[in-house]
Antibody
Framework: EVQLVESGGGLIQPGGSLRLSCAAS????????MSWVRQAPGKGLEWVSV???????YYADSVKGRFTISRDNSKNTLYLQMNSLRAEDTAVYYC?????WGQGTLVTVSS | SYELTQPPSVSVSPGQTARITCSGD??????AYWYQQKSGQAPVLVIY???KRPSGIPERFSGSSSGTMATLTISGAQVEDEADYYC?????????????FGGGTKLTVL
């Protein structure tokens, strides 16, 4: 059974940093393209970033230069390093393939 | 920037057919994917590659795409189908690839 489990969310002050993790089981992270998707409270889904099996990475304009997606093949884990966080980054963050999604981790940026 | 446009809401009575559209300039050359999201839950894929249905998704869910519009059809909508629905697709510009969601459509079945 495929499972994606996110962790690392929490309350952080504006300008701070957080690293989200997504531990995968039942499939190989490096063999799939994987994305981070976020959802602000009461809002729609927003694509944040993708990493392809070959290692290419891409970002939404809203996070480019501040967020970095990566993976650790030995741990079968996806990451999202988030720097220079802003209030508007407050959201539930999901890691996802096309088919499988985690349950999300909440990031709250507030002083 | 690339956008996918959906109607904010669709309302049908139980047993009727619900159609949710998604408009985007790249849809003639890129697949559309559809997700269902119920309150407080993670999204669930209901249609992939325009018209394919994942295992476990009821047959009343179908998808189609023509030109710049993709359509999710729920034939004989049930009360349990009430949810937010999002289309999802990709495009590229130069050496930049990106994905985008539509704004979401709230389906009411009552």
């Amino acid at each position: 059974e495929v499972q994606l489990v996110e962790s690392g969310g929490g309350l952080i002050q504006p300008g701070g940093s957080l690293r989200l993790s997504c531990a995968a089981s039942g499939f190989t992270v490096s063999s799939n393209y994987m994305s981070w998707v976020r959802q602000a409270p009461g809002k729609g889904l927003e694509w944040v970033s993708v990493i392809y099996s070959g290692g290419s990475t891409y970002y939404a304009d809203s996070v480019k230069g501040r967020f970095t997606i990566s993976r650790d093949n030995s741990k079968n884990t996806l990451y999202l390093q988030m720097n220079s966080l802003r209030a508007e980054d407050t959201a539930v963050y999901y890691c996802a393939t096309i088919t499988y999604w985690g349950q999300g981790t909440l990031v709250t940026v507030s002083s | 920037s690339y956008e996918l446009t959906q109607p904010p809401s669709v309302s049908v009575s139980p047993g009727q057919t619900a159609r949710i559209t998604c408009s985007g300039d790249a849809l003639p050359k890129k697949y559309a994917y559809w997700y269902q999201q119920k309150s407080g839950q993670a999204p669930v894929l209901v249609i992939y590659e325009d018209s394919k249905r994942p295992s476990g998704i009821p047959e009343r869910f179908s998808g189609s795409s023509s030109g710049t519009m993709a359509t999710l059809t729920i034939s004989g909508a049930q009360v349990e189908d009430e949810a937010d629905y999002y289309c999802y697709s990709t495009d590229s510009s130069g050496n930049h690839s990106f994905w985008v969601f539509g704004g979401g459509t709230k389906l009411t079945v009552l």
